[in-house]
T-cell receptor
Framework: DTEVTQTPKHLVMGMTNKKSLKCEQH?????MYWYKQKAKKPPELMFV???????INESVPSRFSPECPNSSLLNLHLHALQPEDSALYLC????????????FGPGTRLTVL | LAKTTQPISMDSYEGQEVNITCSHN???????ITWYQQFPSQGPRFIIQ???TKVTNEVASLFIPADRKSSTLSLPRVSLSDTAVYYC?????????????FGKGTKLSVIP
């Protein structure tokens, strides 16, 4: 199984809502990532988890809160988002760290009203 | 952090070889050059990775000169299905930091 799954596929939320994005992989990878991608732009790294510990937080606003419950799951909790946070949120995993091939999920298309 | 620069777009006819060059003048000693392909509304897909000289796999070749200040992704005999955005990045890690900054991407259009 070389797949990274993400749910939901699409999400529309208001600025006062709380929602969560989910990501799952069963490849035994020990590094997992969240990226944000705006239209016609490259993916931007948000967070990196290595062996279930948060390794990197690329100065992301606190309204985004990552969580790694176990080695297969990665969540991104969303609260009080702004319309400019609307984007494609991509999850990825790799065997260990930055040098390894990353496997990306299909993404969650988020729209903040 | 190593910044990569690549052409915004390229056009090619089917069956031709396509070479996309990426410039990374301040690449770190430990960084690897990695290329990803992305189709609309999908996540990027790994194509190839290398440190120096030449790497070849079933879909592409990657040429990295000795000074490592640039690299060239070579796609042999492209087809319409190769129309996509191609991203170059210098991937690495240091003490408490990851280098995973994607270049702006090259939009390749394959013409019948």
């Amino acid at each position: 199984d070389t797949e990274v799954t993400q749910t939901p596929k699409h999400l529309v939320m208001g600025m006062t809502n709380k929602k969560s994005l989910k990501c799952e992989q069963h490849m035994g990878h020990r590094a997992m990532y969240w990226y944000k991608q705006k239209a016609k732009k490259p993916p931007e790294l948000m967070f990196v988890y290595s062996y279930e510990k948060l390794s990197i937080n690329e100065s992301v606003p606190s309204r985004f809160s990552p969580e790694c419950p176990n080695s297969s799951l990665l969540n991104l909790h969303l609260h009080a988002l702004q319309p400019e946070d609307s984007a494609l949120y991509l999850c990825a995993s790799s065997r260990q760290g930055a040098y390894n091939e990353q496997f990306f999920g299909p993404g969650t298309r988020l729209t903040v009203l | 952090l190593a910044k990569t620069t690549q052409p915004i777009s390229m056009d090619s006819y089917e069956g031709q070889e396509v070479n996309i060059t990426c410039s990374h003048n301040n690449i770190a000693t430990n960084d690897y050059i990695t290329w990803y392909q992305q189709f609309p509304s999908q996540g990027p897909r790994f194509i190839i990775q290398g440190y120096k000289t030449k790497v070849t796999n079933e879909v592409a070749s990657l040429f990295i000169p000795a000074d490592r200040k640039s690299s060239t992704l070579s796609l042999p005999r492209v087809s319409l299905s190769d129309t996509a955005v191609y991203y170059c990045l210098a991937a690495g890690a240091g003490a408490g930091s990851y280098q995973l900054t994607f270049g702006k991407g090259t939009k390749l259009s394959v013409i019948p």
